[in-house]
T-cell receptor
Framework: AQTVTQSQPEMSVQEAETVTLSCTYD???????LFWYKQPPSRQMILVIR??????QNATENRFSVNFQKAAKSFSLKISDSQLGDAAMYFC?????????????????FGKGTKLSVKP | SAVISQKPSRDICQRGTSLTIQCQVD?????MFWYRQQPGQSLTLIAT?????????ESGFVIDKFPISRPNLTFSTLTVSNMSPEDSSIYLC?????????FGEGSWLTVV
């Protein structure tokens, strides 16, 4: 079974600085997707960034980028120029690419989350 | 992307009662998922609901406690039955759309 580990329960960053959140995962599959979701106090799960395992290029979305190391099974999130609105819980998640069009596979497996605080 | 409306957003429930959560999607989707997030915890999958078939439940979740309906490709309901304080959680529906999973706003239930 796949597992996702986030070893940092809490992180803190100064506004405008850069912070990196760690995530490792375990799988025997070769094709899968990795995600970072942000959950602010409103509890809405917001997709931050997505990475397909078959792509070597690291995904980037504005101030958010990932360092995807497939061999090491590592998927860290870098937030540049941190803003107060970035303060939230961040969840790393894994999704198998098998069963894309049906079946019970295709759900997300989540890490325990990292609470990010941004200091003004 | 897919836009998901979830109701109710928040409710306080008496123990022993049941509550049905609705999830409406603005696009037709094959797979819908229901998750539970207990206070201070991560998300745990309750079940997968595909249109036209019975929901598939994860270990630790049973149909009698969490009956699910999926009458069409844009709508699903999750009922939390015979609630106890341990059921106080956020319940979230999610859908697969374009290889990405999107979430509703969540339903925050408190059982007293």
């Amino acid at each position: 079974a796949q597992t996702v580990t986030q070893s940092q329960p809490e992180m803190s960053v100064q506004e405008a600085e850069t912070v990196t959140l760690s995530c490792t995962y375990d799988t025997s599959e070769s094709d899968y997707y990795l995600f970072w979701y942000k959950q602010p106090p409103s509890r809405q799960m917001i997709l931050v960034i997505r990475q397909e395992a078959y792509k070597q290029q690291n995904a980037t979305e504005n101030r958010f980028s990932v360092n995807f190391q497939k061999a090491a099974k590592s998927f860290s999130l870098k937030i540049s120029d941190s803003q107060l609105g970035d303060a939230a819980m961040y969840f790393c998640a894994y999704r198998s690419a098998v069963g894309l069009d049906g079946g019970s596979q295709g759900n997300l497996i989540f890490g325990k989350g990292t609470k990010l605080s941004v200091k003004p | 992307s897919a836009v998901i409306s979830q109701k109710p957003s928040r409710d306080i429930c008496q123990r022993g009662t049941s509550l049905t959560i609705q999830c409406q999607v603005d696009s037709q989707v094959t797979m819908m998922f229901w998750y539970r997030q207990q206070p201070g915890q991560s998300l745990t999958l309750i079940a997968t609901a595909n249109q036209g078939s019975e929901a598939t439940y994860e270990s630790g979740f049973v149909i009698d406690k969490f009956p699910i309906s999926r009458p069409n490709l844009t709508f699903s309901t999750l009922t939390v039955s015979n609630m106890s304080p341990e059921d106080s959680s956020i319940y979230l529906c999610s859908v697969v759309f374009g290889n990405t999973i999107y979430f509703g706003e969540g339903s925050w239930l408190t059982v007293v």
